[in-house]
């Protein structure tokens, strides 16, 4: 093998095992940072801090965190280490910050501060700091992760693979970590440029679920609950006019649903087909996507998983940059963002937990969802043709 298919084989192998629970324990205290108006901090020092400044880029423009890395400051990085010394540079940044305890420093760094063998004694500093105000401390490190796999809150390790190239694997998954981050479905709110742009021959869908949003779920004790038989399904009294609506602006009509009762006895698969068979010839919906399991199936087409709405965008070529998902349940809501849709949620203040991730818009009927798109995909697509008429020009 030439050295390539070596570095990259190496590649391929931190990458299987990097640890994906670690790194979802990071999405969802960068999450609740955020929801409590907190400050990321970023601290790495060489490359690391380099990565530092895209990092911040990043989380402040695509997930909406307020976030810094004073290696951004040259003048007053470079004061403080004449004036102070290089230990405190990051710890004397952070109490002029005013460091608090709903903050986060996240920790770049290849080794992860030693102060034994006087490795990047600035980072072992700042998170003495930051745990004396406990602030919560985030990490992406190689080697043995060092001072701040032992102190921190949650550290995502970048596995050795080949000794001889501990520096370049860190500092690279460095950033292929950050960037699964800020693409998380818990944190992401703006897109980026390329994946805001129309896809070529692509179509635009709306995703919908069934019960509660175009037919009457049946509600027992705050919660909804789909029909026990085919006769009982009944349409949304907007259902029809509303779907007209869309249909009229050229969408893809996608129905993904949730029937668990098939899976707990309750209910035959031909009685679910049954009400489907009916429910096309009611409404101008393209296709129906059902998923008959129940949670215990650990199947990857449940919602909240995404799973039905990619099939179906897989099927039908479906852009999903310019799709929506229709739901009124947090299933719904969940996974149209996994799934990279806006979602509007008919929140019909049932009796149960709300979404991980906060829908595009949130409406009280299928119709104010459809007005709701309409005026969205409208404005879209003005904005596509202004910025291709503006580089035209250009």
Same mark, same amino acid.
């Given at each position: ?55 911040? @880029?990043?989380?402040? *423009? ?87 796999? *032992? ?27 950050? !960037?699964?981050?800020?693409? !998380? ?18 179509? *635009?869908? %709306? ?32 259902? *029809? ?13 996608? %129905? ?132 291709? @008429? ?5």
């Amino acid at each position: 093998m030439s050295f390539a298919e070596h570095f990259l084989a190496e590649v391929q192998e931190v990458a299987r095992k990097l640890d994906a629970a670690e790194i979802e324990r990071m999405a969802s205290l960068l999450a609740r940072i955020r929801e409590d108006g907190g400050r990321l901090f970023i601290l790495g020092v060489g490359g690391s801090a380099a990565n530092a400044s895209h990092a911040v @880029n990043d989380f402040r *423009k695509i997930t909406g965190v307020e976030a810094y890395a004073p290696t951004d400051n040259v003048s007053e990085l470079t004061a403080r280490t004449n004036d102070e010394g290089w230990p405190t540079i990051f710890e004397s940044w952070l109490r002029t910050s005013r460091l608090q305890s709903r903050d986060g420093v996240l920790v770049l760094s290849v080794g992860g501060g030693n102060l034994e063998k006087n490795v990047s004694p600035n980072l072992v500093a700042a998170l003495d700091y930051a745990r004396s105000k406990n602030a919560k401390i985030l990490g992406i490190v190689g080697r043995d992760g060092g001072y701040t796999a *032992k102190v921190a809150d949650v550290c995502v390790l970048i596995p050795t693979i080949n000794p001889d190239h501990i520096t370049p694997h860190a500092e690279a998954f460095q950033a292929i970590v950050w !960037h699964l981050l800020v693409s !998380h479905p818990a944190l992401k709110i703006a897109e980026t440029r390329w994946e805001s742009l129309p896809a070529s021959g692509k179509k *635009k869908a %709306v995703f919908l679920d069934r019960d509660g949003v175009l037919t009457h779920a049946v509600i027992k004790g705050g919660k909804p609950f789909p029909p026990a038989a085919p006769a009982e399904l009944e349409l949304a009294a907007d259902a *029809k006019q509303a779907l007209a609506r869309l249909k009229a602006e050229g969408f893809l009509l996608l %129905v993904v649903t949730n029937q668990p009762d098939v899976a707990r006895g309750l209910l035959r698969a031909d009685g679910v087909e049954q009400m489907h068979g009916w429910l096309k010839s009611q409404l101008p919906v393209d296709d129906i996507f059902t998923c008959h399991h129940d949670d215990a199936d650990r199947c990857d087409c449940r919602k909240p998983l995404p799973g039905l709405l990619l099939q179906a965008a897989t099927r039908y070529n479906v852009d999903v940059v310019s799709s929506y998902m229709i739901g009124d349940r947090w299933r719904d809501v969940d996974a149209g963002t996994a799934a990279g849709v806006k979602v509007i949620w008919i929140d019909r203040g049932y009796a149960e937990r709300q979404p991980s991730s906060p829908p595009s818009a949130r409406v009280a009927s299928l119709s104010e969802a459809v007005d709701w798109i309409l005026a969205d995909s409208r404005n879209s697509t003005y904005e596509a043709n202004s910025r291709f @008429n503006s580089q035209a020009v250009c």
